[in-house]
Structures are given as C-alpha cells and as structure tokens.
C-alpha cells in the first residue's frame, strides 16, 4: 500500500475470522473472509492517536529512498519470520505475527535526552499501531484469544513442530501493512535519533531507519554510534568534555554534511564491535555498509569492505574439549585402519 492512511478514516475488513474455544478447532483465516474493504467516517468526538497521526502525515517523498523497497527487505524471509498466525517470541515468548510484529505491547515512554534534537519519539501501543494499519480491532482481540490459549496448551516444542503449518490469522497483503506501518514508525524514530536525519543520503537513511526498526528502544545502548552520528561543530551539552564526544578529529570531521570517507568508517566501525554486527552478521553487512557515502556508487563494493572487517564470530571451546575430542577421533580412525588392515590380512590367509 503505497498512500498513507487518511486521518479520518479506518479500512475495516468485514467478516473477520471466527474462532471457536478449542484452539484446535481455530478456523483458518481465508481473503474471503476478509471481505471487501470499505471506509467507514470516523465521529468528530473520537480522539486520533498519535499513532493514526503519524500515519497519515507520512509521505513516502519525506525521505530519500524507496519505503517500498525497504519494506520488501524487511519482508524477505532471509531477514526476517514470515508467519501468518501469532507466534511466542523465542526469547521472551510475547505474541508476534508477519515479520515480528508485536502484538500487545503498551504505549511506552520515550523522552527524547538530546537537547539539541526538538524531534520527539513515538512508541505507541500494538493496539494503536493495528489501527494505524487500517484494521479493526476486534481481529486484534480473537487472535491474541487463541494464542493465549495454545499458549497455555502447548510447550515450545509443539509451538516449533505447528509454526509453519499454523492456519493463517492474517492475509501477506496485511502482514506487508504491518511491515509498513513498522517501517514508518522506524523513519520517525530515527529523526528523533539522528539530528541530521533529512541530511543523510537516501542509502544512509534506510540504515537508520533499519537500525531502529530491527532494534528499537536497544538503539539507545549504542552510546558510540549515535555519539558519532549526531557529531557537529558543537556537539551535545552533555557530551562536551567526555570521550564520546571526540570520537572523530575535529579536522576529519567538521560539519555535519560535509564529513570526510575516514568519518564515515568511524561511524562504521563504532557499529562493527557490537554483538548484533557479530550475531547477525549477514544483515549487520548489509546495513553498516550503506552508511558508506559512496555505497550508491557500488553497492557490492562497500558491503566487502564492511565485509573484510567483520569477521565470523569465532567459536570458543573449553581449556583441552577441542585437543581431547581431535585425539579420540584421531584414536578411533587408528583402531579402524588397523582392524581393516588384520581383516584384510586373514582374508588372504585364507585365500591362500
């Protein structure tokens, strides 16, 4: 879906899913049960959350690259889940559908510390952003009621064997709006996180806007990096004085806007150390090395540079496992060359 969503109205899909009490028994979501979409005028006396606000002022030309094509990256099963019906969180066991999307987190506090930044941050709740993507809300209800209730029927190991053969809750084309809905939350938040968002360019931008959507509030832990890109002539109150705030040469970067190459793999590299670059490797890559100025230049050529750096994160044994298990395989192909070789000596005997 590639126009915002107007303020004042919600695309309201009719004929929502039934589900029975029995999980087991959950009827499977089918693009006819959806109906025809319809809007529906909204009464002056309803309040519009921030979140249908934030909606309906984005404009895809407020950045410099192609929403569509980030949503389509964030999509790809390569980076991301892709499932049809609400799914634990494998860490925290939270409800999540589609791509990741949370669905029952609440509105959250998100002060914005940076005094020289005026851009706020928005963390609404899921119900809100379900709204914001034009859904009504009693869907939201009756697929967070049968999750809770596989929940409470189900261990972990059920929940990995029935995740990919789930009956669908949600159709791809609902699953993308989320992703956009997402996506656009990211851009907003990274205005709050970068001063000089509307000065990067257009390949930089979607880095950012990646960073907070695959990170969100954890952003705020990479104290270096977000040290880094919001340095100026003048940095920070807060950060004059401390080593945060000379990170860069005043010299290899003066302005925001005119740094130079060597600023940039500053930048590069204060996002190269974290465990996410290492834990996620192949998307940290692909990432960090649009931050490079001239990654629109050669797209394959900045990604090898980041590449080169960020090296697989390697694997640590305990004092004498490794040296102990190499010998015993090294012990047993013995045993078996040296039975092979009496074996084939008695055969011969016999031939004999």
């Not at 019906?85 to 609440?106: E, M, N, V």
């Not at 959250?108 to 034009?134: I, K, M």
């Not at 004092?319 to 013995?334: D, K």
Request: charged residues 20%; aromatic residues 8%; neutral net charge.
């Amino acid at each position: 879906m590639s126009k915002p969503i107007c303020v004042v109205a919600f695309i309201l899909f009719l004929g929502t899913c039934a589900w029975s009490q029995s999980p087991s028994e959950a009827a499977p979501f089918t693009p006819a049960a959806t109906g025809a979409a319809q809007s529906l005028q909204v009464p002056s006396d309803v309040p519009i959350s921030p979140a249908t606000r934030m909606m309906g002022e984005f404009k895809d030309s407020d950045v410099k690259f192609n929403v569509n094509e980030l949503v389509d990256i964030l999509r790809d099963r390569r980076h991301e889940g892709w499932v049809l019906a609400a799914y634990p969180d494998p860490r925290t066991g939270q409800p999540l559908i589609g791509a990741g999307f949370s669905l029952d987190l609440p509105e959250r506090e998100h002060p914005q510390t940076d005094p020289l930044n005026p851009h706020p941050f928005l963390e609404p709740s899921s119900a809100d952003l379900w709204q914001a993507a034009g859904f009504d809300p009693g869907r939201l209800d009756d697929i967070l009621k049968v999750f809770y209730e596989r929940k409470e029927m189900w261990s972990k190991r059920t929940w990995r064997r029935q995740l990919y053969s789930l009956p669908a809750q949600i159709s791809d084309e609902d699953a993308t709006q989320l992703v956009r809905v997402g996506v656009i939350q990211a851009i907003y938040n990274a205005r709050a996180y970068c001063r000089s968002f509307d000065a990067l360019t257009g390949p930089q931008q979607m880095a950012m806007a990646q960073l907070v959507y695959q990170m969100g509030v954890n952003l705020e832990h990479f104290n270096e990096f977000l040290a880094m890109i919001n340095f100026s002539a003048e940095p920070a109150p807060e950060l004059q004085g401390t080593d945060s705030a000379t990170f860069a040469d005043a010299d290899a970067a003066p302005a925001f806007g005119n740094q130079t190459p060597e600023y940039w793999q500053g930048v590069q590299r204060s996002l190269m150390g974290s465990q996410w670059a290492h834990k996620y490797r192949t998307r940290a890559i692909a990432v960090i090395a649009m931050l490079d100025p001239a990654y629109g230049d050669d797209p394959s050529a900045a990604e090898q540079r980041v590449g080169a750096v960020l090296r697989p994160s390697v694997v640590h044994r305990r004092h004498g496992h490794g040296a102990a298990g190499a010998r015993r395989v090294a012990t047993n192909a013995h045993h078996r060359r040296a039975g092979k070789g009496r074996a084939a000596r008695a055969h011969n005997r016999r031939r004999v």
